[in-house]
């Protein structure tokens, strides 16, 4: 079964592993550049020093964010060349009767197609993670993204959570629906929808941090925060570019909401929660692997021929 499960799936193995280096040395490439030019390397080509590594750093970041973000889809395309193939094509073909009656039982079949493809898939994920990490490590403040919600899906634990969610999904839905294209359709579908619902989930998972600042209110838009917040003097909460009605916009509402006893408050995720949200997260997607693998049992085994 190993050697039979590992000839059935060596050409995905081949080409994920060729993406994945080719990957690699894209960013690798691109963060190189980076960094030589942090550290103050003429730009050859471009009319001399730099004038800034700081901007050209940060333009080869720029230049290469939309690719790297767009990358947060990969678990879907593991899903579905993955996951969703893997027992919809044999019930598909009919050749998991053959298997059954090679002395192999349902329960050893499944577990060994889930299980090796299953950590191929997990390791993968690992692998990918590791990659964008190492090349966000090459900006300055980039390497722990709580912010950035594309980002945040990319390094950490959270891709080999993701990757093995999504093929345990798309091996879900073809022992369920046992057609090829339908479980590639419900894994594209449930795969965005949980992607969704956890970006949207995200904030709450700790509840953010508030400080107190003191200054108006336009002196705090250079602070970095998820959102200030105006608090008047009996616990109502105001949007601090509007504010009362008491105090309008202009140039005397600082001092309006000053005495009228208003304060200003921040609310934020510290970076330090940075990994307290990773395992959140992926302890989400763990469980959801695990029950979408008890359904996949059910649908794999359970249910007659």
């Known amino acids: 079964m190993l050697w039979l499960t590992w000839r059935q799936y060596r050409p995905q193995a081949l080409v994920t592993g060729a993406l994945l280096a080719v990957l690699g040395v894209v960013l690798l490439v691109n963060g190189v550049s980076a960094d030589d030019y942090s550290t103050g390397t003429p730009c050859l080509g471009l009319g001399g020093e730099c004038g800034g590594a700081g901007t050209v750093t940060s333009g080869r970041f720029d230049s290469m964010y939309p690719f790297v973000s767009s990358l ?126 956890l970006v949207l989930l995200r904030p709450h998972y700790v509840a953010p941090q508030r400080v107190e600042l003191t200054g108006d209110v336009p002196a705090l838009q250079s602070v970095a925060a998820s959102r200030y917040i105006l608090v008047a003097p009996d616990g109502r909460e105001y949007d601090p570019l509007r504010g009362p009605a008491e105090c309008p916009p202009g140039p005397e509402q600082g001092k309006c909401l000053d005495a009228a006893g208003y304060r200003n408050f921040v609310e934020f995720q510290p970076l330090d929660r940075f990994w307290r949200f990773q395992w959140t997260e992926a302890g989400i997607l763990f469980a959801g692997t695990l029950l979408l693998g008890a359904v996949a049992v059910q649908g794999g085994v359970r249910r007659r021929v």
């Open 72 to 197: 947060i889809l990969v678990p879907a395309v593991v899903g579905v060349f993955w996951g969703a193939p893997l027992l919809a094509k044999e019930f598909e073909r009919g050749t998991h009767k053959l298997m059954w009656t090679q002395s192999v039982s349902r329960r050893h079949w499944l577990t060994v197609k889930l299980g090796v493809v299953g950590l191929v898939v997990a390791l993968g994920g690992l692998v990918f993670g590791v990659i964008i990490e190492a090349w966000l490590r090459t900006f300055p403040g980039k390497s722990r993204p709580l912010d950035d919600f594309a980002l945040f899906s990319l390094v950490g634990v959270v891709p080999l959570a993701w990757w093995l969610f999504a093929f345990v999904l798309g091996a879900a839905a073809g022992a369920v629906v046992r057609k090829t294209l339908p479980a590639i359709g419900i894994t594209i579908a449930v795969s965005a929808a949980v992607l969704v619902g």
